[in-house]
């Protein structure tokens, strides 16, 4: 085992800090295959390397004779370029078997006395004068003839390698010794066969381009009167710490893919609703990607078994959108979406869940968003129901949690409102909300001392129908009345310099806090003191009206300091901000660095805007000529850097391109080192970065929504207009996704889609790779000793057939007032654009939902700039009826079917509520009196009993003076009956009869009786499949014995050539009992009856019979649910007694 011990920093004020990574390396099969090697005479160490020999440096490599004396013989055989990118797209780096020699030619041989006390220090073989630069197979054979073959580059040059986005390639020739760039010097990029695909010359800063169009780079090799150097592309010849199972290569991450669905939470057989815009990335922004472009989706279920797969095609302006339905018993919990292109993959997660919406909203709010620790708040609670009136005289709960915060110096390791799980429940209030559905109390929130708080307002808020609903409410208690920010206005000084530190005071809302008296002092922090000296007498001054400071201080030593800003506030308590300052002295002998790196890079700033330049910090503890790169998505610029250490500077100028940020990343190739590891090389290459951040503010669209009326009634139509322009103003052509969805589906799960400007036009890490030449050597007995024993095509357009303007038609307008139509998603329409406008209008029929729609659109443009809206549409009316009924009946329960009526018309108003049913049987129907004050409700039961089995509707109507509401709603009955089946078959020449009984106790709306006739054998067993295809089914087998005969009898009608008459349903019926299966396997890859039971060979072996001949019928089966179930089988077979079941599976 191979432990990379982490870098443990203690910073300042006495924090210990772990800067690093751990990396345990479990390599014991090496120890296995590398065995008969350490059992050599020589050796050149563990893991195969290709070591460069510097002819002006150390001229060596180090190699691993046995203990005591012995005569080593060296041999050098040459390899051209193509032959030795061939052998190294084979080459095994933990293989160490011998490297072939056979047919090549020996170029230099010479002999090598050692000495060995310890054989674990490496020895070193000295080449001669003589040896020629190039690439080399060098041998070592002891005088008992055994030994071990390496890859060695002789030559005095280094090469840095840098891959970018859409084939760019970038080379950096540097020489080793004399630390100088190595200009002309010809560059070629061979593939893997050998072939070369591109090359180049080093410019005048050492630096050659390349654009590989076609082709795959994999190794290059640079050439130049006589010297030699290489350097590969791939995981082995990493410069950044990548290894083998992650290779920072940009190359299949050149996409930015945003992808979101209508709603973030779903019910069982519901549809799906998606969208996504995809470009691709370039130094100039964004390109659109080709039509042809491989694309597809997946949806996994909370199960990770595959639902559905779709293919999808871009359009004119790089989007796509489509569909997929869920299933009838799906398994609950997290879903997640994928789309994947160009083999990038992009995913979105989902909920599925049996949900119930809620059918009003509470929220928490206080006078303020902060308070001061000893003053009281004033606490509001409201109810108010998605249509837009209140929840008057609802019961009442308040629970009221405190979080006490810690007093980081550093503010920034606290991010965010703590959970309730790390809270103590301080109190507990009881009311009542009022007729305008609000409750009022004050509290008086306490903080200990010289500590903020967070508190946490948890209402919950019952109605008359006893569902509750919560909501919560956040309130930051601070201690002191006003915050002070300290910063300098550069992260480092030079001692020469004036040091000025800006002070800002605020109120907690971000006002100004001015005329506040402030006190600087900047304090030595050594890690071994613990009394505070202060560098240079302390600065105060009192901030002006805006709140605003600046203090500088002189003849500030080099050092590492604390700095502190002191104040006092009205209640006489302590204002304290803290920072960090860094002052560097170029002249003296004794450097302090700012971090203990061989290698740092600082920015002067944390933002910039175009046209600004950014002057960099390079701390460094060797001195050479450095490249600076921009990078990103490719490499901007480079620029040669002269590094005299230990501090150089370098101004940047800001551009547009650089939006919305840059890495600025420096290498510098150093020689000699201070670890073993080090010495053994001719150099390594150092390297460091930092962010430019440039934000691109001008790329947002903003995007506007208007409605033709304040609010709506059910069914109405409703005309929205869309306007979108850009940063300036000025309108612009783009695609919209526009959505709207139910506002109580948010209450149930918040928004689950990325931020699209941020995806866009976010801060990113840069994916540019970077591969170096002296990466690569063999790891040495002193890091590795032996041991003693060593779904349906997409796009669609809309989410059912458009109208004239685009928009999909949800609902069929009904002449009768009945409200039946209800949604969760009122519209969908991935497919708008605007006109030369920016304008594009829609026309939404609404659904016959009262409640508040959230109006969600999406646009992008042609050039990638993006924005978003969210606005909101209200549906409402004055007399409103809401049945209370239960989710489903069993014929014969008796229950409550109820009715709150409610009345918002202004003024008192009575009348009378009725409820009708055909799938109920009422025992005190007719219609009950109802006297509704404004505002006020009534609820209204009948006794019902679930009559007959199937699903009926049950129409609940309320007649006022005022008004009048009927509201349909579909309610189930299951039958409390087992199914029962007698059938009989044979064949007729004459007529005949058959006699059965049926049962008195049989359920008469359920018993049917069919008879089918048949020409002929083969249509009659097509007719027997139809009848199990059309079955109702519930369980594991019953599910089953619907889907195999659906894939069977598909194959059948295929192979006789017969027309399918269910050729359409199939494909959804196997869907949808795909879906099922998935649902029902166990987490041990087994089948029961149901999910909850025990599994069992039996029914897992049905299962996946039934499966496997789906897929031969040609239908898609996740495989990994198919492994799974084979797993379980051949883990219980062997231990299953009953030998009918051993013969069935």
């Given at each position: ?217 994999f190794m290059a090799v640079a050439q130049k009167e006589g010297d030699t150097t290489v350097a590969g592309l791939d995981w ?411 501090v150089t500077t370098v101004r940047v100028p800001i551009t547009d391109e650089l939006a919305p940020n840059v890495t600025a ?481």
């Amino acid at each position: 085992m191979n432990r990379e011990q982490p870098e443990v920093r203690r910073y300042p004020v006495g924090r210990w800090m772990v800067m690093g990574l751990l990396v345990i390396l479990f390599i014991t099969g090496i120890y296995n295959s590398l065995a008969a090697q350490w059992e050599q005479a020589v050796n050149f160490g563990v893991g195969r390397g290709v070591q460069l020999v510097d002819p002006d440096g150390m001229n060596r490599m180090p190699v691993w004779p046995l203990q005591g004396e012995s005569t080593v013989n060296f041999t050098l055989y040459p390899l051209t370029p193509a032959d030795f990118a061939r052998r190294m797209a084979t080459y095994e780096p933990y293989n160490n078997a011998a490297i072939a020699t056979t047919g090549l030619t020996a170029a230099t041989t010479w002999q090598q006395n050692f000495t060995v006390s310890d054989w674990y220090e490496p020895q070193y073989a000295r080449f001669p004068a003589s040896v020629a630069g190039g690439i080399y197979v060098i041998k070592a054979e002891s005088s008992q003839g055994d030994g071990d073959t390496e890859y060695v580059v002789v030559g005095r040059n280094a090469l840095l390698l840098k891959r970018g986005a859409g084939g760019q390639f970038v080379a950096w020739a540097v020489n080793l010794q004399g630390q100088s760039v190595t200009t002309t010097m010809d560059i070629t990029l061979y593939d893997r066969q050998g072939t070369p695909v591109a090359s180049s010359a080093t410019n005048d800063k050492g630096v050659a381009h390349f654009a590989v169009t076609s082709g795959e780079p994999f190794m290059a090799v640079a050439q130049k009167e006589g010297d030699t150097t290489v350097a590969g592309l791939d995981w082995q010849w990493s410069s950044d710490g990548s290894y083998w199972w992650w290779d920072n290569n940009s190359k299949n991450n050149d996409q930015t893919i945003y992808l979101y669905t209508d709603r973030p939470i779903y019910r069982p057989n519901q549809t799906i609703y998606y969208q996504a815009f995809v470009r691709q990335r370039t130094l100039d922004g964004y390109a659109q990607l080709a039509a042809s472009t491989p694309i597809s989706l997946t949806l996994r279920d909370a199960r990770a078994n595959v639902v559905a797969t779709h293919a999808a095609t871009l359009d004119a302006f790089g989007t796509l959108h489509g569909e997929m339905t869920i299933g009838d018993a799906p398994p609950l919990g997290w879903w997640t979406l994928s789309l994947t292109v160009n083999g990038q993959t992009q995913s979105q997660q989902l909920r599925v869940e049996e949900y119930r919406k809620p059918e009003y909203e509470v929220t928490v709010r206080s006078d303020g968003a902060q308070v001061i620790a000893g003053d009281s708040v004033q606490l509001t609670v409201a109810a108010d129901y998605y249509f837009g009136q209140p929840v008057a005289n609802a019961a009442l709960k308040l629970k009221i949690y405190r979080y006490t915060l810690p007093r980081y110096d550093w503010y920034w390791w606290y991010d965010g409102i703590p959970s309730l799980y790390s809270a103590e429940l301080v109190d507990e209030l009881t009311g009542t909300t009022d007729a305008n559905g609000q409750w009022r109390t004050s509290y008086q929130p306490e903080a200990t001392d010289q500590y903020d708080a967070h508190y946490t307002f948890t209402a919950e808020v019952t109605d008359d129908r006893g569902l509750p609903v919560s909501g919560t409410h956040q309130l930051q208690v601070h201690w002191n009345s006003f915050a002070m920010q300290l910063s300098p206005t550069k992260w480092g000084y030079q001692s020469t310099e004036a040091i000025s530190f800006d002070i800002a005071t605020r109120n907690h809302d971000g006002s100004a806090a001015g005329g506040k008296a402030v006190t600087v002092r900047i304090i030595h922090d050594y890690w071994d003191e613990t009394a505070e000296r202060e560098a240079v007498p302390p600065q105060s001054g009192t901030t002006d009206a805006q709140g605003n400071l600046r203090l500088t201080f002189t003849n500030v030593p080099q050092g590492w300091y604390r700095v502190e800003a002191t104040s006092t506030d009205s209640r006489n308590r302590q204002v304290l901000a803290q920072n960090y300052l860094w002052v560097f002295d170029p002249a003296a002998s004794d450097w302090y660095y700012f971090n203990n790196d061989a290698l740092s890079i600082l920015a002067d700033k944390e933002h910039y805007a175009p046209g600004d330049t950014a002057e960099l910090l390079i701390q460094s503890k060797s001195n050479g000529v450095a490249l600076l790169t921009l990078e990103r998505d490719g490499i901007y610029r480079e620029e040669i850097v002269p590094i005299q250490g230990p501090v150089t500077t370098v101004r940047v100028p800001i551009t547009d391109e650089l939006a919305p940020n840059v890495t600025a990343r420096v290498h510098l190739f150093q020689t000699g080192g201070t670890t073993e590891w080090e010495r053994r090389r001719e150099g390594h290459l150092l390297m460091a970065a930092t962010d430019l951040i440039v934000p691109a503010t001008d790329r947002q669209l903003s995007v506007t929504v208007s409605a033709d009326a304040a609010q709506y009634r059910p069914g109405d139509n409703a005309q929205l207009t869309l306007q979108v322009k850009d940063a300036l103003g000025n309108p612009v052509q783009a695609r919209l996704g526009l959505a709207l969805v139910d506002e109580a589906i948010y209450a149930l799960q918040d928004d689950l889609s990325a931020d699209l400007f941020t995806t866009f036009w976010g801060t990113r890490n840069s994916t540019v790779a970077t591969y170096d030449s002296l990466v690569r050597q063999p790891w040495g007995y002193s890091a590795l000793a032996p041991t003693d024993g060593l779904g349906t095509a997409t796009p669609a357009p809309t989410a059912n057939p458009p109208t004239d303007d685009g928009a999909p038609e949800l609902r069929s307008n009904d002449a009768t007032a009945v409200r039946r139509n209800f949604a969760d998603t009122a519209y969908w329409n991935a497919t708008l654009t605007t006109d030369a406008n920016g304008v594009v209008r829609v026309n939404v029929s609404l659904p016959d939902n009262l409640t508040t729609w959230r109006i969600v659109g999406k646009a992008i443009a042609l050039d990638a700039q993006v924005g978003t809206v969210q606005d909101k549409l209200l549906v409402t009316q004055e007399i409103i009826a809401r049945p209370a009924l239960p989710r489903f009946g069993v014929v014969g329960d008796r229950f409550l079917a109820g009715t709150v009526a409610q009345n918002f018309a202004g003024s008192a108003t009575a009348g009378s509520a009725t409820v009708e049913s055909d799938a109920l049987v009422l025992l005190d129907s007719g219609p009950k009196r109802v006297n509704l004050p404004n505002g006020g409700s009534t609820a209204v039961n009948w006794t019902a009993v679930a009559a007959q089995s199937g699903t009926g509707l049950v129409t609940t109507t309320l007649e006022t003076e005022a008004g009048n509401d009927t509201v349909a709603l579909p309610f189930p009955v299951k039958p409390f009956a087992v199914p029962d089946r007698w059938l009989a078959s044979g064949q007729v020449s004459q007529v005949i009869s058959k006699s059965f009984t049926v049962p008195l106790n049989a359920v008469t709306e359920a018993t049917t009786l069919e008879v089918r006739l048949s020409p002929s054998l083969a249509l009659g067993v097509l007719d027997g499949l139809d009848e199990l295809i059309d079955y109702p089914y519930g369980c594991v087998e019953q599910t089953m014995s619907r889907l195999l005969p659906s894939a069977v009898a598909t194959k059948a009608y295929s192979d006789l050539g017969i027309p399918n008459p269910k050729a359409d349903e199939v494909p959804d019926i196997v869907a949808q009992g795909l879906q099922k299966i998935y649902g029902f396997q166990h987490n041990d890859g087994s089948w029961g009856w149901f999910y909850d039971d025990d599994g069992g060979a039996f029914l897992t072996a049905y299962v996946l019979f039934g499966l496997i001949s789906v897929e031969e019928a040609g239908y898609t089966v996740d495989s990994a649910v198919i492994d799974r179930g084979f797993a379980y089988i051949d883990n219980t077979l062997p231990t299953t007694d009953d030998p009918g079941i051993r013969a069935f599976v």
